[in-house]
């Protein structure tokens, strides 16, 4: 049995960030740890516990070879650190708050070790949460909820969908049994 990645995508306000946190201790148990993020995003009170750097910052470890994946998206840089290579490594199971449009990179990187998860909302409810969140204005939401149809439009054969348009724990739930699964024989 060889360690995975999961690599998990979703729209803007479906819900990683609270699915992330409160997955925490639970995977813990399950030698998966959560890779952090670096983003070029100043952190928020509420939303992504990531590690921010600056413009400079993310730059300068981009040349040094500092990512395992990097991306850009909604005018921000993402990166995950080479410290889940080493995690692999070491047979541990490694979840990932991936991008949907660096998927097909990520998985030239990682095979078949990479098991593609996306989580999914209700269009109104997920239109419902951005309004709360206040970050966009409404074309921008509703760019986003349009992205997020035409992604489980052209969802991959092998993801795993989790639906987290009810409680929280039901997605939490189903994002665990995913993890269990890869312990399986294939």
């Known amino acids: 049995m060889h360690s995975r990645l999961f690599y998990l995508m979703g729209p803007s306000g479906a819900g990683k960030d609270s699915l992330l946190l409160r997955c925490r201790e639970r995977l813990c148990e399950r030698s998966c740890l959560i890779a952090s ?20 910052e ?4 981009l040349q040094l070879g500092a990512f395992a ?32 449009a660096h998927l097909e990179q990520a998985r030239a990187r990682y095979g078949e070790r990479l098991v593609p998860l996306l989580l999914q909302v209700d269009p109104g409810l997920l239109q419902q949460r951005l309004n709360a969140r206040g970050r966009e204005t409404q074309e921008e939401i509703a760019a986003r909820v349009e992205r997020a149809r035409l992604l489980s439009a052209e969802l991959p054969a092998d993801a795993i969908v ?11 739930g189903q994002l665990l049994q995913a993890v269990q699964r890869s312990y399986l024989p294939v």
Not at 58 to 61: A, D, G, N, S, T
Not at 88 to 99: C, R
Request: no cysteine; proline share 3%.
């Open 37 to 56: 993020r670096y983003i070029t995003r100043p952190p928020e009170l509420q939303g992504e516990n990531h590690l921010w750097l600056s413009e400079a």
């Open 58 to 61: 993310f730059l300068q470890r």
């Open 69 to 100: 994946l990097h991306w850009s998206a909604n005018g921000y840089r993402y990166g995950i650190g080479l410290e889940i290579d080493r995690w692999l490594e070491l047979g541990l199971d490694v979840l990932v708050n991936g991008s949907r």
């Open 162 to 172: 989790i639906d987290n348009s009810g409680e929280l724990e039901a997605a939490l």
